[in-house]
T-cell receptor, first 115, second 113 residues
Framework: DGGITQSPKYLFRKEGQNVTLSCEQN?????MYWYRQDPGQGLRLIYY???????QKGDIAEGYSVSREKKESFPLTVTSAQKNPTAFYLC??????????????FGPGTRLTVL | GQNIDQPTEMTATEGAIVQINCTYQ??????LFWYQQHAGEAPTFLSY????GLEEKGRFSSFLSRSKGYSYLLLKELQMKDSASYLC??????????????FGQGTELSVKP
């Protein structure tokens, strides 16, 4: 089945530790995105990548890092520099280059809790 | 700057019709999406508008007026399972040339029996 997977569903970490969230897609999409969602709020863009080996900062990139070494994978690292990392993290992908409406398809999300 | 406004929450009765509004002020516009999100789950695509007018898809319809910076999502024959958050997102500025989506804060809809 085609889709986006994120693992794990729930993640707990101690304050001061870096943690990497996984995102994999087999939809052959060029573009991938990371969002953060806090309770009662919309999605805020952390990083996005339109093509392999290239990515851009979103609106709240501080304290996060990403890599895009493969088309299928876009892991997000939450570093100890992120002041308030507890949140629901969503990964998304979309085709680009004018194919379709550019709709983004979302993974199931990872809920990160920093203790 | 970019700004998207939606009501924070709405309540409606099962079987009724509800309209969720979204206004946007962005320096560029290349289309608008509506997504549905149940608590703790991923957003799922509902509709896409790029031209003025109404797009109908079953019980859900979405309207766009680019001159007014306004969209609405219309839900008919409400069911309990429609209780969810509804997210409005604007494509800015040139999506297929490296742009991005800007999301509103979402409207939490509660459907009562």
């Amino acid at each position: 089945d085609g889709g986006i997977t994120q693992s794990p569903k729930y993640l707990f970490r101690k304050e001061g530790q870096n943690v990497t969230l996984s995102c994999e897609q087999n939809l052959n999409h060029d573009a991938m995105y990371w969002y953060r969602q806090d309770p009662g709020q919309g999605l805020r863009l952390i990083y996005y990548s339109q093509i392999v080996n290239d990515f851009q900062k979103g609106d709240i990139a501080e304290g996060y890092s990403v890599s895009r070494e493969k088309k299928e994978s876009f892991p997000l690292t939450v570093t100890s520099a992120q002041k308030n990392p507890t949140a629901f993290y969503l990964c998304a992908s979309s085709p680009r280059g004018g194919r379709g409406s550019g709709e983004q398809f979302f993974g199931p999300g990872t809920r990160l809790t920093v203790l | 700057g970019q700004n998207i406004d939606q009501p924070t929450e709405m309540t409606a009765t099962e079987g009724a019709i509800v309209q969720i509004n979204c206004t946007y002020q962005t320096s560029g516009f290349n289309g608008l999406f509506w997504y549905q999100q149940h608590a703790g789950e991923a957003p799922t695509f509902l509709s896409y508008n790029v031209l003025d007018g109404l797009e109908e898809k079953g019980r859900f319809s979405s309207f766009l007026s680019r001159s007014k910076g306004y969209s609405y999502l219309l839900l008919k024959e409400l069911q309990m399972k429609d209780s969810a958050s509804y997210l409005c997102a604007v494509i800015y500025p040139s999506y297929n040339q490296g742009g991005k989506l800007i999301f509103g804060q979402g409207t939490e809809l509660s459907v009562k029996p």
